[in-house]
């Protein structure tokens, strides 16, 4: 399986943008999706995250409102639309897929140990 982010740039606060994860090798349907994130100097940090029929999200607390997650299996896509950007929303912008079947807590979900696969990052610069 392979994941790949594009969508990335450098853009002004309050701008928008959409991140895609397009994934290759088998059908998305197979996994639960992520979107991680990682400005420099600092950990990973979760952002959004979807389960495989799309009907459960979860988003990092402080960003509720301003990120959307969604996906499209139809599409092996993955996006985050991210609004209101911004300068410490900074950071490199990582997909993820987690290909476990079965409960898990939303803490899991969150936790970046959890998936299985990870694409390369795109960069998103936010200027004041």
């Known amino acids: 399986v392979q994941l790949q982010a594009s969508g990335g740039g450098s853009v002004q606060a309050g701008d928008s943008l959409r991140l895609s994860c397009a994934v290759s090798g088998r059908p998305i349907s197979y996994y639960d999706m992520g979107w991680f994130r990682q400005a420099p100097g600092k950990e990973r940090e979760f952002v959004a995250a979807?389960?495989?029929?799309?009907?459960?999200?979860y988003y990092a607390d402080s960003l509720k409102g301003w990120f959307t997650i969604s996906r499209d299996n139809a599409k092996n896509t993955v996006y985050l639309q991210m609004n209101s950007l911004k300068p410490e929303d900074t950071a490199v912008y990582y997909c993820?897929?987690?290909?476990?079947?079965?409960?898990?807590?939303?803490?899991?979900?969150?936790?970046?140990?959890?998936?299985?696969?990870w694409g390369q990052g795109t960069q998103v610069t936010v200027s004041s």
């Open positions: 979807i389960i495989r029929g799309g009907d459960s999200t």
């Open positions: 993820a897929a987690d290909r476990t079947i079965g409960l898990i807590t939303t803490a899991q979900r969150m936790d970046a140990n959890s998936y299985d696969y």
